[in-house]
């Protein structure tokens, strides 16, 4: 345990303003040997290393963490005093390299990490180790020297000491870890953002949020995004098929140079969003498909099937979790566009599903405790030539996989009075109705099996 793989990435040394100064084994032995435990170490010269040579930390997996706005980042403490992040294998240097880096993914204005004030060793802060080393080899040293990095951390993470396991718990969550079913049957009321307020575990997670938009956060959009026709028509279908929640993967590519993001493919989850198990190996088969199409994740959606297409509390949270996962993936910026789709609310203009892309902006940093902001997101939407049989497909498998499902939505009962629920999804769908004439005979097919289900 702790200890460096062979071929290990290339260690980081950039922690900002705060990063700590490494000591060579020679010089830390020169410190020691010069005049005994006499001579002062600078806040600077005590390192992981000096607190793992002198027995107060030991190396081991994940025994490292930090909490950032929400957010857990669990690494591994290596026998060289170097910190392995899990997510990525990275290996950065001190503390303060690995603190900057990961805030810097959720916070790009982030200027700095405080590394030993952030970063906890088995639940406590690595600036308590400190302290104890202080008082155990020069207790006549000035306790400024630990205290000066430990200004405003507590209110940057919260107050809130999260154990190393319980950090373990959370690498990598599936999308079916952070969507749960939620209640539809009463109308949910839209609130501003403005009104939230700090984040309180007391708040009702399936509150709907209305979007801001970037210009009135004094932002510009920092991507473009391009969807194909048939991206929605497939997620349109799938959104309609039930009465719970549905839940999908976006497929596409990610240009750095002309920062596009364009969305080619969707990859519905053919299972039930409490079904863990079962997640897995759908999410593995997509993973799959990805690859043998070579196309990246670059997003997600979901459905609220009754309410409005608007993100949930639990959703701006489930949203940056899923931002901070590619941009995480490696050193560069990538967007992850999410998506809601409203198929069955009566507030609908007409037959078409209202399908809202959004991303959200982290709180300021003067506000760490507050939530993400979403924000609606300007989408490019491109017709497709023809229905691929990808597509159609992926249709049949999912009429296949809800054909016994108890809340198959029942396709001969009326929508609204003079409107079938039949005639509800034909009239969603034609809005993404690809430029070949021929879609409509080959949905035709698929409706029929719709039908038959019954």
Request: aromatic letters at 8%; a negative charge.
């Amino acid at each position: 345990m702790g200890s460096e793989p062979p071929g290990s990435p290339q260690a980081v040394e950039d922690g900002g303003e705060e990063d700590e100064e490494e000591l060579s084994g020679g010089e830390e032995g020169d410190l020691r040997s010069s005049s005994g435990r006499g001579s002062l170490l600078t806040r600077r010269g005590i390192t992981l290393r000096v607190l793992l040579k002198d027995g107060l930390v030991e190396p081991g997996d994940g025994v490292l963490g930090i909490h950032y706005l929400g957010k857990n980042f669990v690494g591994d403490l290596l026998n060289d005093g170097k910190i392995r992040w899990v997510e990525t294998g990275q290996i950065f240097n001190s503390p303060s390299a690995w603190a900057t880096h990961c805030k810097r993914l959720v916070n790009p204005a982030k200027k700095s990490g405080c590394g030993w004030a952030s970063v906890r060793y088995r639940g406590q802060k690595l600036v308590q180790y400190k302290t104890t080393w202080l008082h155990k080899y020069q207790p006549s040293a000035d306790m400024s020297l630990v205290s000066e990095e430990d200004d405003d951390e507590d209110e940057e993470e919260g107050k809130t000491a999260v154990p190393a396991d319980e950090k373990n718990k959370n690498i990598k969550p599936g999308l079916h870890d952070v969507v749960v079913s939620r209640r539809t049957d009463r109308e949910r009321i839209p609130v501003r953002y403005c009104t939230l307020g700090t984040r309180d575990a007391a708040k009702d997670p399936h509150t709907l949020v209305e979007l801001s938009a970037f210009s009135a956060i004094n932002r510009f959009q920092p991507f473009n995004v391009a969807v194909s026709s048939n991206v929605l028509l497939l997620m349109d279908f799938h959104c309609h098929l039930t009465t719970s929640e549905v839940v999908g993967y976006l497929g596409g590519r990610w240009d750095t140079n002309t920062q596009l993001l364009t969305v080619l493919r969707a990859f519905p989850c053919r299972t039930r969003l409490g079904d863990r198990d079962a997640a897995s190996a759908v999410e593995e088969e997509i993973c799959q498909n990805l690859f043998m199409r070579g196309l990246s994740l670059v997003g997600w959606y979901h459905s609220h099937p009754r309410g409005p297409a608007l993100p949930s509390l639990q959703d701006i949270d489930s949203q940056m979790d899923h931002q901070l996962r590619l941009q995480g993936s490696n050193n560069g910026f990538q967007p992850c566009l999410g998506i809601i789709c409203g198929p069955y609310y009566h507030g609908n203009q007409g037959v078409a599903s209202t399908i809202t892309p959004f991303w959200v902006v982290p709180p300021p940093e003067q506000r760490p405790n507050d939530y993400g902001i979403p924000v609606a997101v300007e989408v490019t939407y491109v017709q497709d030539n023809f229905l691929t049989s990808d597509v159609l497909n992926e249709m049949m498998l999912l009429v296949e996989y809800y054909r016994a499902a108890p809340d198959l939505v029942q396709f001969n009962q009326y929508w609204c009075p003079d409107t079938t629920m039949m005639d509800k999804i034909k009239g969603s769908l034609s809005c993404h109705a690809p430029k070949d004439q021929a879609y409509s005979q080959i949905l035709e097919h698929v409706y029929s099996q719709l039908s038959g289900v019954h």
